[in-house]
T-cell receptor
Framework: EAEVAQSPRYKITEKSQAVAFWCDPI?????LYWYRQILGQGPELLVQ????????DSQLPKDRFSAERLKGVDSTLKIQPAELGDSAMYLC???????????FGPGTRLLVL | GDSVTQMEGPVTLSEEAFLTINCTYT??????LFWYVQYPGEGLQLLLK?????DKGSNKGFEATYRKETTSFHLEKGSVQVSDSAVYFC??????????FGSGTRLLVRP
């Protein structure tokens, strides 16, 4: 069964450092999402891509976060500089198109010290 | 804006007990509704979904019915197992196609 891949699974960094997360969606899925899940809460959308285009980044803190999906396949989410409050699980999801069910990857757990 | 409210946990049950986790929503229009499950240290797995009023989603013994009149999508299972211990998230898909999640309900099933 096809799955969404994410790496790394865990990342520890110091505040003010740069971090990057990678996501490979299910093959053929045009829509890709990045969510942030703070401990004890539900995930919240950071950015949504349709192919290589951003369709919703209204909740992305653009002063420090950036996301790209250059060839419309895999995607990278970057934080620079990281802050203590960025400690969370970062989840990637994909769907065949915007109207279809979203499938999640295993997530990257970030700890900022 | 759209929102989802879940009952607070943890919910602690003995094996083979009946499970209900309440979920209500506020939304414009008639969104699709979902239940996702998250096991420790893992991502979210789709458990079931319903796309219109009166639809019943079901999977692995879990069921939920889309109730428009009460804006609810309660999760039920007739007989829980220890392996069902996890965090359960109710979610709706809004008009911009993003998922809006509740805060999650932790379920602990004791042998």
């Amino acid at each position: 069964e096809a799955e969404v891949a994410q790496s790394p699974r865990y990342k520890i960094t110091e505040k003010s450092q740069a971090v990057a997360f990678w996501c490979d969606p299910i093959s053929g899925h045009a829509t890709l999402y990045w969510y942030r899940q703070i401990l004890g809460q539900g995930p919240e959308l950071l950015v949504q891509f349709q192919d290589e285009s951003v369709v919703d980044d209204s909740q992305l803190p653009k002063d420090r976060f950036s996301a790209e999906r250059l060839k419309g396949v895999d995607s990278t989410l970057k934080i620079q500089p990281a802050e203590l409050g960025d400690s969370a699980m970062y989840l990637c999801a994909s769907s065949l198109n915007r109207e279809e069910t979203q499938y999640f990857g295993p997530g990257t757990r970030l700890l900022v010290l | 804006g759209d929102s989802v409210t879940q009952m607070e946990g943890p919910v602690t049950l003995s094996e083979e007990a009946f499970l209900t986790i309440n979920c209500t929503y506020t939304a414009t229009g008639y969104p699709s509704l979902f239940w996702y499950v998250q096991y420790p240290g893992e991502g979210l797995q789709l458990l079931l979904k319903a796309t219109k009023a009166d639809d019943k989603g079901s999977n692995k013994g879990f069921e939920a019915t889309y109730r428009k009149e009460t804006t609810s999508f309660h999760l039920e299972k007739g007989s829980v197992q220890v392996s069902d211990s996890a965090v359960y998230f109710c979610a709706l898909r809004d008009s911009s196609y993003k998922l809006i999640f509740g805060s999650g309900t932790r379920l602990l099933v004791r042998p």
